[in-house]
T-cell receptor, first 111, second 111 residues
Framework: SQTIHQWPATLVQPVGSPLSLECTVEGTSNPNLYWYRQAAGRGLQLLFYSVGIGQISSEVPQNLSASRPQDRQFILSSKKLLLSDSGFYLC??????????FGDGTRLSIL | EDQVTQSPEALRLQEGESSSLNCSYTVSGLRGLFWYRQDPGKGPEFLFTLYSAGEEKEKERLKATLTKKESFLHITAPKPEDSATYLCAVLGNTGGFKTIFGAGTRLFVKA
């Protein structure tokens, strides 16, 4: 069966520091991969999605970037974090038009 | 533009008091409508996929139904452990594999 791993679960970072969140999927090949941000009590905001290695689509202009160095690895990065980058970050995967399946998320706090 | 609106924003029920959550959607060619359950601090957990009007899916105390403009998540005789946020999402024919999520309905079931 397929599993998705996302880490770390929580992260506290100072303003201006770099960021790297990692997500890996097991048990499937060439999945679609997604990064979302969820503000408290709000819906899911799609940040990036990828349909293959090296193929990244950005949905919202911002301080973040994404990379897919391997088929089942998706990384969310920032060179310099802003206070507004705080939030709950979720990674997800899907096969074609099948439903997405989510990791347990990373709670990011910027001080 | 594909859109999803969920109502109510929050719903408080007594244990055993059945009710329904609403998901209204606008999409160019529905490829799938998805329901998820999200517990606090966790990623959304997939519940159901519906593909065409008239379709119904059931799981324990939950039943999802679909019309051409809405989906309902019916909760029969809820228990406190059903308390969670329920998210509705749609995947249309435009936008590749991007799924549009509603803001969710927070359900509280009191014993």
């Amino acid at each position: 069966s397929q599993t998705i791993h996302q880490w770390p679960a929580t992260l506290v970072q100072p303003v201006g520091s770099p960021l790297s969140l990692e997500c890996t999927v097991e048990g499937t090949s060439n999945p679609n991969l997604y990064w979302y941000r969820q503000a408290a009590g709000r819906g899911l905001q799609l940040l990036f999605y990828s349909v293959g290695i090296g193929q990244i689509s950005s949905e919202v202009p911002q301080n973040l970037s994404a990379s897919r160095p391997q088929d089942r690895q998706f990384i969310l990065s920032s060179k310099k974090l802003l206070l507004s980058d705080s939030g709950f970050y979720l990674c997800a995967w899907s096969e074609g038009s099948q439903p997405q399946h989510f990791g347990d998320g990373t709670r990011l706090s910027i001080l | 533009e594909d859109q999803v609106t969920q109502s109510p924003e929050a719903l408080r029920l007594q244990e055993g008091e059945s009710s329904s959550l609403n998901c209204s959607y606008t999409v160019s060619g529905l490829r799938g409508l998805f329901w998820y359950r999200q517990d606090p601090g966790k990623g959304p957990e997939f519940l159901f996929t519906l593909y065409s009007a008239g379709e119904e899916k059931e799981k324990e105390r939950l039943k999802a139904t679909l019309t051409k403009k809405e989906s309902f998540l019916h909760i029969t005789a809820p228990k406190p452990e059903d308390s969670a946020t329920y998210l509705c999402a749609v995947l249309g024919n435009t936008g590749g594999f991007k799924t549009i999520f509603g803001a969710g309905t927070r359900l509280f079931v009191k014993a």
